[in-house]
């Protein structure tokens, strides 16, 4: 099969995957990168791939080709790509497990990806996006994941029903925030935990930090500011490997 015409229907369809609105229904986000696009493969997630006119098929796996209009259209790169992978959003359960990375309002969607591929790569459970957090699906944020949104499950709910339902499981909230007076070498063995992070500027909120067990900072000497992903992964690689 083969597009040419940037007024097909299911490329103005596609197109509008660029708005989260549209994601939300028709369930689908767009992928770019070849490597992203693979792991959609292997996870069943693909359900179009679109490969550049005159460009060999990389994957083994149906394609629509297209013209340079149309891939430039959906694309918006200065660079145009050799193929595009029009994903299924997935929905996960929140699982069963020992560690979890709450974010509440974190809003830079390459914090976001981040601290989702910094999740994935210290074995957490599952990442949990509450309040007005960027989006899972915006460009930037899958870009910044590195295909690791297909590998750890991402999910998007109120923050007290998160917590509740953490608790409810035997896991431990902890608040990052830099008016705690415990710091993270303070934190004694918790066998479930969760680590909680607050918007860039403002940080947690009051609500947020009145449903957490212990308040925790990261010990800093000279300059009382850290980017919130860096801050996660200091965090998050102490309590997988200094807690044991």
Avoid at 64 to 72: A, D, G
Avoid at 212 to 217: G, L, T
């Amino acid at each position: 099969m083969e597009i040419r015409s940037v007024d097909n229907q299911n490329v103005i369809k596609w197109e509008k995957l660029r708005m989260k609105k549209y994601r939300d229904e028709y369930g689908l986000f767009i992928v770019q990168q070849k490597h992203m696009i693979g792991e959609a493969i292997s996870r069943g997630l693909l359900e179009t791939l679109l490969i550049l006119e005159g460009k060999e098929n990389p994957f083994d796996h149906d394609a629509i080709t297209v013209s340079e209009k149309v891939m430039k259209k959906l694309s918006g790169n200065v660079s145009l790509n050799d193929c595009l992978g029009i994903c299924k959003i997935a929905e996960p359960e929140l699982p069963i497990g020992t560690s979890y990375i709450i974010l509440e309002n974190v809003q830079d969607p390459g914090n976001v990806g981040t601290i989702i591929r910094t999740a994935c790569s210290f074995g957490y459970d599952a990442v949990i996006l509450t309040g007005n957090c960027a989006s899972l699906y915006n460009e930037k944020t899958i870009q910044s994941t590195q295909g690791a949104l297909f590998h750890i499950p991402v999910l998007t709910m109120d923050f007290r029903e998160a917590a509740e339902r953490l608790k409810t499981m035997g896991v431990r909230l902890f608040a990052t925030t830099l008016s705690s007076v415990s710091y993270l070498t303070d934190v004694r063995k918790c066998d479930r935990y969760a680590l909680v992070f607050g918007n860039e500027g403002q940080g947690m909120s009051n609500e947020a930090v009145s449903l957490c067990d212990e308040n925790i900072k990261i010990e800093m000497s000279g300059f009382e500011s850290l980017n919130v992903a860096v801050a996660c992964g200091i965090c998050a690689h102490y309590f997988k490997n200094s807690l044991k």
